[in-house]
């Protein structure tokens, strides 16, 4: 069973578009993220949620809307995409918060395409 | 300055051979390190924690110096296996609790 699951892996899509990437975990975490990793590699966070509340809130275009219907899900939807958007997003979740240096279980990534 | 600064890398190194990354955070109030490792087109995954007295698990050995902001990691004994990118990864306590991830060292391990 994979521990941290999400859908779609690939995205191809033109600009201006609203897409969305759904994230599941079944580890039974409280904490959850998502990441992106641009073309030169970085790995950076984009949004914490722990038990459904917002807790990280990074410098991101408010044009990403993050949503947790519960704690097992946390799902990303990115409205009127732009070329800079392409990047791998990986969720992730982890039973501590990284707060208190809790392990990240991440996700395969969803690899995004903004012709 | 970038805050976890990592060996550009790639390295390429034979089996068998030892190799060591280096790491470097700006941020003194840095509480708790990591190792991950990701391969080609993959999730990263944590490969050890790093512990104040240095800790060892098989072949690989981390080490962390606070005075320096400097962390690393040996590898003994390299397999083919080893091929993957190391991300230093530093954590701030107190703070959102944001893990700062490096640009990361690849690694490619030959024959």
């Known amino acids: 069973d994979t521990a941290v699951s999400q859908t779609p892996k690939y995205l191809v899509t033109q600009m201006g578009n609203d897409k969305s990437i759904k994230c599941e975990q079944n580890l039974g975490h409280d904490t959850m993220y998502w990441y992106k990793q641009d073309s030169k590699k970085f790995l950076k966070i984009m949004f914490s949620y722990n038990n459904k509340e917002l807790i990280i809130n990074e410098t991101v275009p408010n044009r990403f809307s993050p949503k947790s219907p519960d704690k097992a899900h946390l799902n990303l939807h990115i409205n009127s995409l732009e070329l800079g958007d392409s990047a791998v997003y990986f969720c992730?979740?982890?039973?501590?918060?990284?707060?208190?240096?809790?392990?990240?279980?991440f996700g395969e990534g969803s690899r995004l395409t903004v012709l | 300055r970038k805050e976890v600064e990592q060996d550009p890398g790639p390295f390429n190194v034979p089996e068998g051979a030892t190799v060591a990354f280096n790491c470097t955070y700006s941020?003194?109030?840095?509480?708790?390190f990591f190792w991950y490792r990701q391969d080609c087109r993959k999730e990263p995954k944590l490969l050890m924690s790093?512990?104040?007295s240095g800790n060892e698990d098989g072949r690989f050995t981390a080490q962390l110096n606070r005075a320096s902001q400097y962390i690393s990691l040996l590898i003994r004994d390299s397999k083919l296996s080893d091929s993957a990118t190391y991300l230093c990864v530093v954590n701030l306590w107190g703070s959102q609790g944001n893990l700062i991830f490096g640009k990361g060292t690849k690694l490619s391990v030959k024959p």
């Open positions: 941020n003194s109030a840095s509480q708790s």
């Open positions: 992730a979740s982890s039973l501590l918060g990284t707060r208190l240096g809790g392990e990240l279980f």
């Open positions: 790093v512990y104040s």
